[in-house]
Each structure stands twice: as structure tokens, then as C-alpha cells.
């Protein structure tokens, strides 16, 4: 990490309103976990943990729960400072990025990527070692997706960027699994299409509200090239589609009570809530009166909750 102490010995910024002003060491430090977007990282956490529990029917062992986390987390992280590399450019003109680390010269793409690489490699060698090849592969095979299919193919040239993209944040379903059984098997290709389903609302959501950003930088998010009506009837159509799979799950892992009742009782409230959403769309293209934020929020705290009865059926199962 002698690029952190190079940074923080050396690094000046241009911050937004002109000033000029040295980085400490520890707005350096606090530059490099930015890189790795800790927030991302918690959602994918979020849905391998549970699932760990789901394969064990149990409580898994603790040295393979850790490992698992931390070889996940690197590689999460490896992920999100590989974007931020390549996305410097329109990050420094978008709202809701321009404060990052690049942005603000605190640390150059050249330490980031550095330090993307160390995050890459330590994570494939914490899976080979202490998890099983098969994770590790996996992992690794989400990383390169995420950096070559999304952030470098897709996000600039379509429209069906996030749908394809939001692949690679499909994959700790699998890890998740694999990591406790060593295979793969329906019940976490499940889970899989579970989060594929999801991530359109929940980025749609996010890109009503800032598609001013994206339409300035010229990345073709559906809200920025569809009316908020189109992009609310699709966000409706996924989160049917999501919900129904979610459901599936029950058959096809041979649950308890616990897990379909829970997983019906969250999507008949999500769905109540994008249709709400729909419905402002076909008043007003205003974002105010939309409030896309109220559903991105709630599909967060959705998906943190489903895996969370995820984990909890085999435990409480009835």
C-alpha cells in the first residue's frame, strides 16, 4: 500500500468550489474504501450469507463464513475500483458521483488500479485456500463480468445496460451456496434469478432520480430515453416477475412455512408500492410528485429481508 502514503504525502485536490487543499492521511484512506463502494458490498454480503445458512440448514462454520465474507468483499470491492477507474471521466460530471476519490484527485487511476488488482488477487487466493475453487472461480468470473460486460460493453451503449449488467451482481447467490456444498444446484440458480429480477426496479429507481446526471454524460439508462410512464410499467412487470420467482424457492428447496409466507407477505408489499409508483408516472413526469426514491429504499429493505427469511427457514423452520 505505499501508494496510500505516496497519496497522502503528496496528494492535492481541486475541490468544487476552487479551493485547493491537502489530503490527509486519513481522507486518503477513507478515498480508498470510497473505491471500493462499502454500500455494494453490503448487499452482496447480504445475499451470500444467508444463503450459506440455507445450505448448511443451519448454522455454517464460522472460518468458512469468514473467509467467504472477506474473499467476497475484496472481490466486490476490486470490482467497484476497476469502475471507478474507467468511469472517471463521467463521474467528475455527474451529481452523484463527482465527490468519489477520482474525481477529486485524491488518488490517481493509476494507485486505484493498483490497488484494484491487489484486491482481485487477494480475494482469489483467499477463496482457493480457504473456501473451494469452484467459489473462487465464480467470484472471479462476477469480477471480470461486472469490469468487461458492464462498466466497459454495456452501460454506454444500451439501454439494456443495468438489465444484463445487474448479472454480475447475481453471483453471490451462487458463491454463497457453492462455498457450504462444493456444487451447484437449482435452489441458488433461484436465488440467482431472485436478485436478476430485482436489480432493474431497484436501479430504475435510482436512475429517475438522477437521470438529468445520466442524460448529461450520454448514458442511456432507460429513464433517460423512455418516459417515466414506460419506465414504471417496466419496473412493475419486473417486480411481478421477481415476486413469482421469489415463490419458487418453496417447491423447489423443499421449504418450511416460513420462507413462502415471509416471501409473499414482502412482495405483495413491494408490488403495491411499484404500482403506486406507476400510477404517479401516468400523472406527472415530474420527481417530485414520481418519488423514485421511496422505491429503491424499499427495495433494498426488500431484498435485505428475503434473505434474511432465507436464512431464518431452515433455523425456525416449521
Not at 441458488?188 to 448529461?216: K, S
Not at 408516472?281 to 423514485?292: G, M, N, Q
Request: charged share 15%.
Amino acid at each position: 500500500m505505499t501508494h496510500v502514503g505516496q497519496s497522502a504525502a503528496a496528494a492535492e485536490r481541486q475541490d468544487s468550489d476552487g479551493a485547493t487543499s491537502r489530503a490527509s492521511f486519513r481522507d486518503v484512506v477513507a478515498a480508498y474504501v470510497g473505491l471500493t463502494k462499502p454500500r455494494v458490498i453490503e448487499l452482496l454480503l447480504l445475499t451470500t450469507v444467508p444463503v450459506m445458512f440455507f445450505a448448511e440448514r443451519g448454522i455454517p462454520p464460522l472460518g468458512l463464513v469468514a473467509a467467504t465474507v472477506v474473499g467476497g468483499a475484496f472481490s466486490a470491492g476490486s470490482a467497484s475500483v476497476f469502475n471507478c477507474v474507467y468511469d472517471r471521466d463521467i463521474d467528475e460530471q455527474m451529481r452523484r458521483t463527482r465527490r468519489r476519490a477520482l474525481p477529486r484527485h485524491i488518488v490517481s487511476a493509476r494507485a486505484a488500479l493498483v490497488f484494484g488488482f491487489a484486491l482481485a488477487i487477494a480475494s482469489t487466493a483467499i477463496l482457493l485456500a480457504w473456501v473451494n475453487p469452484l467459489s473462487a472461480a465464480l467470484s472471479l468470473g462476477a469480477n471480470a463480468f461486472y469490469v468487461f460486460g458492464y462498466t466497459m460493453l454495456l452501460k454506454r451503449r444500451t439501454t439494456q445496460n443495468i438489465v444484463w449488467g445487474g448479472l454480475a451482481g447475481c453471483f453471490p447467490a451462487l458463491i454463497g451456496w457453492t462455498a457450504v456444498t462444493g456444487e451447484l444446484s437449482w435452489v441458488p440458480v433461484v436465488l440467482f434469478m431472485v436478485v436478476f429480477f430485482w436489480t432493474p426496479p431497484h436501479t430504475w429507481a435510482l436512475a429517475l432520480r438522477y437521470r438529468e446526471d445520466y442524460a448529461n454524460v450520454d448514458v442511456p439508462m432507460l429513464p433517460v430515453v423512455a418516459p417515466a410512464r414506460e419506465v414504471g410499467r417496466q419496473i412493475v412487470l419486473y417486480s411481478w416477475v421477481m415476486v413469482a420467482t421469489s415463490l419458487l424457492l418453496w417447491p423447489v428447496a423443499d421449504t418450511s412455512l416460513v420462507y413462502p409466507v415471509i416471501a409473499a407477505v414482502l412482495g405483495a408489499v413491494f408490488l403495491v408500492q411499484a404500482h403506486r409508483m406507476w400510477g404517479r408516472t401516468k400523472v406527472s413526469d415530474d420527481l417530485a410528485a414520481i418519488r423514485p426514491m421511496e422505491l429503491f429504499h424499499s427495495s433494498n429493505l426488500y431484498l435485505t429481508l428475503l434473505f434474511v427469511a432465507v436464512a431464518l427457514d431452515p433455523v425456525l423452520g416449521l
